[in-house]
């Protein structure tokens, strides 16, 4: 099954991803195709050069830097953060499999619906607000939209169904366009935007598609024993502010990576960002 990676940096001269971000994303991708198939990174100009000065851009089947494209849209990318997933998704193939980089899967899986996600969240969580909560220019929410289906966590999502994709992200791109946030909306206020039209938008799509959704996962497993999937986007707080459990972390990636990939650990051990944390 193809799957894609997705690194926008905005093309920020400082970009840097963190030793701890680099060691997922190693995994993220070695699992992948160890298990599940090809897997493609899309990025732009600054995140191929870093990776390739990383040493690090043979861990995927193919790199573009078809996200340079992001900067002729008339998107707001600080708020819409992972609008660069959405864009590179309008350029997938159908099917395949959307992953975030800072998320790993350990085994083979099986899609048994035309959509698949890791698992649901709860709607009533305050970062999905009701319909009047949200605001714009020259454009309105439909009518016939499904506020009480629970959202969909987009870490990892099969697209099987190229009409439900083309609608997804079709209304995804205008809603992101024609978001006009109110002035005293800033920081945590403006995530309901993100997260609506990723996930919360991704549920109401289905229904409307007529598309089955299934989940993979819950949120009781993925905070237990992580024996299928691993996914550290709650962690990156706390490693960028507790350096030592960073570093642990690290080592213990540095580990997996020696046991199930020993070929390639060689070539790990001895890039410069890496290279401290494998045993010699």
């Known amino acids: 099954m193809r799957a894609f990676h997705t690194l926008r940096t905005k093309n920020k001269a400082d970009f840097a991803l963190a030793d701890f971000e680099i060691f997922t994303a190693i995994l993220s991708a070695l699992e992948w195709r160890r298990h599940n198939g090809e897997i493609f990174l899309h990025t732009d100009t600054t ?10 851009l043979d861990l995927w089947d193919g790199v573009d830097t078809s996200l340079d494209e992001m900067d002729k849209l008339a998107i707001d990318e600080n708020i819409f953060w992972a609008g660069a997933k959405l864009f590179a ?8 499999v959307m992953i975030d980089l800072d998320f790993i899967v350990w085994r083979p899986l099986q899609f048994d619906s035309k959509l698949a996600v890791i698992h649901r969240e709860s709607r009533d969580l305050s970062c999905y607000p009701d319909a009047n909560y949200f605001r714009f220019e020259n454009f309105s929410l439909p009518a016939d939209l499904n506020w009480s289906l629970e959202p969909c966590n987009a ?3 099969y697209f099987g169904d190229k009409n439900f994709v083309g609608r997804y992200v079709e209304f995804a791109f205008k809603f992101m366009r024609a978001a006009a946030p109110l002035p005293e909306q800033t920081g945590w206020d403006l995530l309901p935007y993100m997260v609506f039209v990723e996930q919360r938008w991704m549920a109401m799509c289905a229904e409307l598609c007529g598309v089955e959704i299934q989940s993979l996962s819950n949120l009781s497993e993925l905070f237990g024993s992580q024996k299928n999937f691993t996914h550290i986007w709650g962690y990156k707080k706390f490693f960028r502010e507790n350096r030592a459990a960073a570093e642990k972390f690290c080592r213990d990636c540095a580990g997996r990576i020696a046991h199930d990939f020993p070929q390639a650990t060689k070539k790990f051990s001895q890039l410069a960002l890496l290279k401290n944390y494998f045993a010699d």
């Not at 995140?47 to 690090?56: N, Q, R, T």
């Not at 998704?89 to 395949?96: D, T």
């Open 89 to 96: 998704l309008s350029r997938q193939p159908i099917p395949c």
């Open 47 to 56: 995140g191929e050069k870093f990776l390739d000065a990383a040493g690090l």
């Open 155 to 157: 870490a990892l999502v």
